[in-house]
T-cell receptor, first 116, second 116 residues
C-alpha cells in the first residue's frame, strides 16, 4: 500500500540556518515518482521537485537540495541558509502509475518556521 | 498560461445544507483531482477523473459527496447534506498524463468550507 510519512510536524530555525525535512515512503511498485510541494500561508500548493524511482541522483536548485535513497525509502529535502520567506508547510508526495494517470498521496506535512 | 481556477474561495453553511464547488483545470490537462485538506493535515484524495471518466473515487463519501466532470473540462464537487466534519479546504488540481511534467499537480487556490 502507498504511504508517506513526514515525522517532523513542526520545525523552527533561525534565519541562515540549514534545515532538513524528512520524508519516508512505502510502495510496492518499482516505478513511481516522488514530489515535494510547498504551501505558503496564502494556501496554494506549489510544485518544487519531481524524482522518478530510477533516478537516485541528488539534485540541487539554488538553496534547495534533495537526497533520494531507495535503500531507506527516503526522499529528504534540505534548505541551506534558510530565509524568512521559506516559512511554509512542506509536503512530500508519492505518485504511482495507475489506470487513468497517476495516483498521488501526500504526507501530513512539516510546518517550517524561519525566524529573523 | 492560466492556472487552475476554483470558486467560491470561501463558503459558510449550516450543517445539513448543501454546497457546490467548481473547478476549471489548466487547458489540455486530462487528469483532474479533488482533494480535501483538513486543517493541519495533508491533502486527501477524494476523486480523480481522466477526461470525463472517474478513475478513483474510493475515498469519496458517496452518501453525501458527488462529483462530475462534464465534457472532460470543468468539474463540480457537491456535498449534500454537509456535516461539521466536512469543514476543510477543497483543493482542485490537474495534471498531464504523459510527457515531461506528467504527474506534477497544479493546484488551484482552494475553496474553504466552514460548516456551522
Amino acid at each position: 500500500a502507498q504511504k508517506v510519512t513526514q515525522a517532523q510536524t513542526e520545525i523552527s530555525v533561525v534565519e541562515k540556518e540549514d534545515v532538513t525535512l524528512d520524508c519516508v515512503y512505502e510502495t510496492r511498485d518499482t516505478t513511481y515518482y516522488l514530489f515535494w510541494y510547498k504551501q505558503p500561508p496564502s494556501g496554494e500548493l506549489v510544485f518544487l521537485i519531481r524524482r522518478n524511482s530510477f533516478d537516485e541522483q541528488n539534485e540541487i536548485s539554488g538553496r534547495y537540495s534533495w537526497n533520494f535513497q531507495k535503500s531507506t525509502s527516503s526522499f529528504n529535502f534540505t534548505i541551506t541558509a534558510s530565509q524568512v520567506v521559506d516559512s511554509a508547510v512542506y509536503f512530500c508526495a508519492l505518485s504511482e502509475v495507475a489506470t487513468g494517470g497517476f495516483k498521488t498521496i501526500f504526507g501530513a506535512g512539516t510546518r517550517l518556521f524561519v525566524k529573523a | 498560461e492560466a492556472g487552475v481556477a476554483q470558486s467560491p474561495r470561501y463558503k459558510i453553511i449550516e450543517k445539513r445544507q448543501s454546497v457546490a464547488f467548481w473547478c476549471n483545470p489548466i487547458s489540455g490537462h486530462a487528469t483532474l483531482y479533488w482533494y480535501q485538506q483538513i486543517l493541519g493535515q495533508g491533502p486527501k484524495l477524494l476523486i480523480q477523473f481522466q477526461n470525463n471518466g472517474v478513475v478513483d473515487d474510493s475515498q469519496l463519501p458517496k452518501d453525501r459527496f458527488s462529483a462530475e466532470r462534464l465534457k472532460g473540462v470543468d468539474s463540480t464537487l457537491k456535498i449534500q447534506p454537509a456535516k461539521l466534519e466536512d469543514s476543510a479546504v477543497y483543493l482542485c488540481a490537474s495534471s498531464l498524463v504523459w510527457g515531461q511534467g506528467a504527474g506534477e499537480l497544479f493546484f488551484g487556490e482552494g475553496s474553504r468550507l466552514t460548516v456551522l
